[in-house]
């Protein structure tokens, strides 16, 4: 077993394919598959699994990977320490649910750790597939919110994954709005108010159980509903539209603008807000120093 071999290993990961892997590090892919396989077969280990839809980790190579990069990072230290070679670039990311404090938190942990070279990963997606991306080791952190209603399905799949949840903080359920909504100006919406306007929600995908969706109170029928992909997408609409969306009530304005406000939703649901990640893995220092600005995001939202 080579640093070489473990550095490939890191490589496929990262890209989730042998092809691409291969580009980045400048080798053939026969030479790169060749190389991998050698070491699967001297540790006689399958770290990843081959399929027609690509390759991916095996429940062993999550394991495996997170050593690999452990010993990778502590050479290039050494590297670094000793024999004055450029760092590598650093490496880092994130899996979430549309949350404007994630992206402050990203941007916070970015701007005081970041050094000349990093490549990093913002990925506001799936509740599925933020739970898909920490299994595999393709982000090192996800958030999503668990509540009464979902949370048996959640922390099912969570367990099976060897993930846990972290708390970061609970909510009430808030509405967002544009300021020109006819309910603006109200303290407090209920959700027969709500009827007459447009639902706005995130698009789940193949897996769009009420389970994943990331809009409390999913099981409810709307008269007005549209699905969309992205968090623009959305403020947009609930602009031109008057139409509404249900989340925790913690907005930026530094990133959304003032056209958009939170109102305090009339219900007795409350969401709980955290990250997931391996139950047996450390987090890497620029996972901590996330986990870390996510605090500090969330802290200075509820000072305000």
């Not at 799949?157 to 808030?174: D, E, R, S, Y």
């Not at 907005?251 to 959304?256: E, H, P, Y």
Request: one cysteine or more; aromatic letters at 10%.
């Amino acid at each position: 077993m080579t640093l070489q071999q473990l550095k490939y290993v890191i490589e496929v990961a990262n890209r989730g394919s042998i092809n691409e892997a291969a580009k980045r590090l400048f080798i053939t892919q026969p030479s790169l598959s060749n190389a991998i396989r050698e070491l699967e077969e001297e540790l006689q280990l399958s770290i990843f699994e081959r399929s027609n839809k690509g390759i991916s980790l095996s429940k062993e190579g999550v394991e495996f990977l997170s050593y690999a990069r452990q010993v990778v990072e502590q050479a290039q230290l050494l590297e670094s320490r000793y024999l004055n070679s450029k760092p590598s670039p650093q490496h880092f990311s994130v899996s979430t649910q549309h949350y404007a404090f994630a992206v402050n938190a990203f941007v916070s942990m970015v701007q005081k750790y970041g050094l000349d070279e990093y490549e990093m990963a913002l990925r506001e997606t799936k509740t599925y597939e933020i739970i898909e991306d920490v299994k595999s080791l393709r982000s090192e952190i996800g958030i999503l919110y668990l509540n009464e209603f979902n949370e048996k399905v959640i922390n099912k799949m969570l367990k099976a994954a060897n993930l846990q949840f972290t708390g970061l903080f609970t909510a009430k359920p808030h509405v967002f709005i544009s300021i020109k909504n006819p309910l603006a100006s109200q303290k407090i919406v209920t959700i027969d108010q709500l009827q007459q306007f447009p639902y706005l929600s995130f698009d789940q995908g193949e897996y769009n159980s009420f389970h994943f969706s990331e809009e409390i109170l999913s099981t409810m029928s709307h008269k007005k509903s549209i699905r969309v992909n992205d968090r623009a997408t959305l403020f947009n609409l609930l602009i031109g539209l008057n139409g509404y969306t249900i989340s925790t009530g913690v907005l930026s304005a530094d990133l959304n603008g003032n056209e958009i406000i939170p109102v305090p939703l009339d219900c007795e649901e409350t969401i709980h807000v955290g990250w997931i990640s391996h139950k047996n893995i450390e987090l890497t220092k620029l996972g901590s120093a996330y986990v870390e600005a996510l605090k500090q995001a969330v802290t200075l939202h509820d000072s305000n």
